[in-house]
């Protein structure tokens, strides 16, 4: 007799940088959201999808961290995670273990929980980064204290530890249901945005400070080749200064050239087909408080 099949729309939910994509990731086992040291990485709501052996179908939402907004694509952003929170059945809220006490914004989120009167699962992040386990212990009964968590769990999404676990406490939270995407679905993602993004996470990771959080990158042409066996892609990196774009391509087109080829290898093993990418960089002032330009990158 086949299992019944079960499904749970879980929005993940935390502030910036406490590792929500990261553990996304581990929970899909595939990277389909992308991951820096740097907070406000992920600025849309990525949706992820991940069907068990045992029939659960778990819809994930990894939100961008919850924050003060200072333009109006960071407006966006915090808009983008009350409405995921309004539009689940649960939330995985995940703090950093390094941390010493929840921050304003991870108070806010607390409050949003009780008047959704939320399900939560809370996740512990990042405890491969503490020396002594009895602070662990103190700051998941201090968080405890401030609401009725479904499951409290630690783990270390860099080390895959104690993920499993994690995931046998989200798969509690599924209810008889039809399963709403295909059972080898891994995202709702078009590929386009998903290789927009592989290039924007290159650029997280090689370029200093603000730089980075100024850029948009538009795909252009993203076609197979009639023989199947290469992709060719091209891409338009925006920018909001004449200055960030020389830093952006670098000497001699070094840096621009670095970027195109960290992304075209994680592409090629994304979609499992070589690549040939191209990229160009392009100035659109102030583009982070402009509208049309924030929905032509599809950031609304």
Same mark, same amino acid.
Request: net charge neutral.
């Given at each position: 007799?086949?299992?019944?099949?079960?499904?749970?729309?879980?929005?993940?939910?935390?502030?910036?940088?406490?590792?929500?994509s990261?553990?996304l990731?581990?929970?899909i086992?595939?990277k389909?959201a992308?991951?820096?040291?740097?907070?406000?990485?992920?600025?849309t709501?990525?949706?992820?999808?991940?069907?068990?052996?045992?029939?659960?179908?778990?819809?994930?939402t990894?939100?961008?961290?919850?924050?003060?907004?200072?333009?109006?694509?960071?407006?966006?952003?915090?808009q983008a995670?009350?409405?995921?929170i309004?539009?689940?059945?649960?939330?995985?809220?995940?703090?950093?273990?390094?941390?010493?006490?929840?921050?304003?914004?991870?108070?806010?989120?607390?409050?949003?929980?009780?008047?959704?009167?939320?399900?939560?699962?809370?996740?512990?992040?990042?405890?491969?980064?503490?020396?002594?386990?009895?602070?662990?212990?103190?700051?998941?009964?201090?968080v405890?204290?401030?609401?009725?968590?479904k499951?409290?769990?630690?783990?270390?999404?860099?080390?895959?530890e104690?993920t499993?676990?994690?995931l046998d406490?989200?798969?509690?939270?599924?209810?008889?249901?039809?399963?709403?995407?295909?059972?080898?679905?891994? %995202?709702?993602?078009? &590929?386009?945005?998903l290789?927009?993004? !592989? *290039?924007?996470? #290159?650029?997280?990771?090689? $370029?200093? +400070?603000?730089?980075?959080?100024?850029?948009?990158?538009?795909?252009?042409k993203?076609?197979?080749?009639?023989?199947g066996?290469?992709?060719?892609?091209?891409? %338009?990196?925006y920018? &909001?200064?004449?200055?960030?774009?020389? !830093? *952006?391509?670098? #000497?001699?087109g070094?840096? $621009?050239k +670095?970027?195109?080829?960290?992304?075209?290898?994680?592409?090629?093993?994304?979609?499992?087909?070589?690549?040939?990418?191209?990229?160009?960089?392009?100035?659109?002032?102030?583009?982070?408080n402009?509208?049309?330009?924030?929905?032509?990158?599809?950031?609304?």
């Amino acid at each position: 007799m086949e299992n019944t099949s079960k499904t749970a729309f879980i929005a993940i939910v935390g502030k910036a940088n406490v590792g929500k994509s990261s553990i996304l990731n581990r929970l899909i086992g595939s990277k389909i959201a992308i991951v820096s040291s740097k907070p406000q990485t992920t600025r849309t709501r990525i949706m992820g999808v991940l069907t068990t052996q045992d029939n659960i179908q778990l819809v994930f939402t990894d939100t961008p961290g919850f924050h003060k907004p200072k333009n109006k694509l960071g407006e966006k952003m915090v808009q983008a995670v009350s409405d995921s929170i309004s539009g689940v059945d649960s939330c995985l809220f995940v703090i950093s273990a390094e941390d010493s006490g929840l921050n304003a914004a991870e108070l806010e989120l607390i409050k949003k929980f009780k008047k959704e009167k939320m399900t939560v699962v809370l996740a512990v992040n990042k405890i491969d980064l503490l020396k002594d386990k009895t602070e662990l212990m103190k700051k998941i009964a201090d968080v405890s204290k401030l609401y009725d968590f479904k499951a409290v769990v630690p783990v270390s999404a860099v080390n895959n530890e104690k993920t499993d676990e994690l995931l046998d406490e989200l798969k509690l939270l599924a209810v008889e249901s039809i399963h709403f995407f295909p059972d080898d679905a891994l %995202t709702d993602q078009p &590929e386009r945005v998903l290789v927009s993004e !592989i *290039i924007r996470e #290159k650029m997280l990771r090689l $370029l200093e +400070k603000e730089i980075p959080h100024g850029t948009a990158v538009g795909i252009e042409k993203m076609k197979e080749r009639d023989s199947g066996d290469i992709m060719d892609i091209e891409a %338009t990196v925006y920018c &909001e200064k004449e200055s960030h774009k020389g !830093i *952006i391509i670098g #000497k001699g087109g070094a840096m $621009l050239k +670095k970027i195109s080829t960290l992304a075209r290898r994680d592409i090629e093993s994304f979609f499992d087909i070589k690549v040939n990418l191209k990229c160009w960089v392009k100035v659109k002032e102030d583009w982070r408080n402009r509208e049309g330009l924030i929905h032509n990158f599809g950031l609304d």
